[in-house]
DNA sequence: GTCTATAAAGGGATAGAC
DNA sequence: GTCTATCCCTTTATAGAC
């Protein structure tokens, strides 16, 4: 039984977006080829580029679902935002994973980041009190980033090893020596 | 007066350095052409390759005084700590800012970050107590790097509003938190 | 819808003149 | 020591056949 066109076109696209996805993750975005990626989706090259016109769309495409992962309502803030790290340090999606890989390096994918980072900053901004809230939130937000980096993208050896649970007891008081409220 | 050979030849690779690591401090090795950095530095492409002998040497050479920045002795960890994120606030040398760029994306970077990452937190590890010494370590640096990219690479709006003393204020207890002894 | 062929550009690297 | 000229490979992107 034969497929339709439709059925077979969006079939290929989410191969192939998924293909993407894990590349950019892994390489970032100027190491990975459009070649790379047909190969990976088993498809051809150009037919990549038929379905999305150029590479900077293709990821543009890989990557929109999830910016740099946000998720901070009001709420417990703290308890929030380990939880959201809980799911950084255990399965981040790829397409988060890509973004953040390409950030330093990619015009483009750095204002995705500063956009998203910003939305999230403000978020989390909003809950807090005092003349620095922003700054606080910016600080939270960082330190995220940066275990995030440690853990998911450099490999580093203490963080790899650590369970979610360790890493959690001592995040914890280090966020809420941050977000506590204090002149 | 003329200059000698040497003179000349040395103070050629002098200017390609700091033009080679202004750029890929600024973009990242990727992005970085053997061609902008010769230009940058008002020198000829082919005398860069007669003088570093490839990209990736001069990526190297450019970095390899300041890899990422260390200096945690033991002593008063957490007032270091913050000194050195005052330097990394401030005036980060081009040559940390270059690996740190491209530390997510070129294997080679990436390799040298985890490895000078890897000594920083066993300097840190070896002045704290208890088993989980190394993860806290490993937490701190990888904190550490978040404020430095969310600040000088990702140039959030409120890290780079924010003066240094507020900076140190809010993060002084974030870093006891995660230092002080606890089980 | 998918593939072949190829255009077009960019960039790392080399040989040799000056 | 430095520059000219150029090779050659990789990669994005396009045109058109099947």
Redesign the interface.
């Known amino acids: 039984m034969n497929l339709s066109r439709a059925e077979r076109r969006s079939r290929s696209e989410r191969r192939i977006l998924e293909a993407a996805r894990g590349l950019f993750a892994e ?5 990975t080829t459009i070649r790379a990626v047909a190969a990976e989706a088993g498809v051809d090259p150009a037919l990549v580029m038929q379905h999305f016109g150029s590479k900077q769309e293709l990821f543009s495409r890989a990557v929109q679902d999830a910016p740099v992962p946000e998720g901070a309502e009001p709420g417990d803030l703290i308890e929030r935002m380990l939880e959201t790290l809980g799911v950084k340090l255990s399965g981040l999606p790829p397409a988060s994973l890509a973004m ?6 990619h015009p483009e994918a ?1 204002d995705s ?2 956009a998203a ?2 939305r999230q ?1 403000d978020q989390v ?1 909003a809950v807090l009190s005092g003349d ?1 809230a ?6 939270v ?7 995030t ?3 998911q ?7 790899r ?2 369970s979610q649970e ?2 959690d007891r ?2 914890r ?6 977000l506590h409220d204090q002149a």
Do not use: K
């Open positions: 390489r970032g975005f100027e190491r953040m890989r390409s950030m330093l390096t750095a980041a500063r980072l910003g900053i901004g620095d922003r700054l606080r939130a910016a600080l937000t960082s330190i995220m980033i940066g275990v980096i440690g853990h993208l450099l490999d580093l050896d203490p963080l090893d650590a360790e890493i001592l995040m008081p280090c966020l809420l020596a941050l």
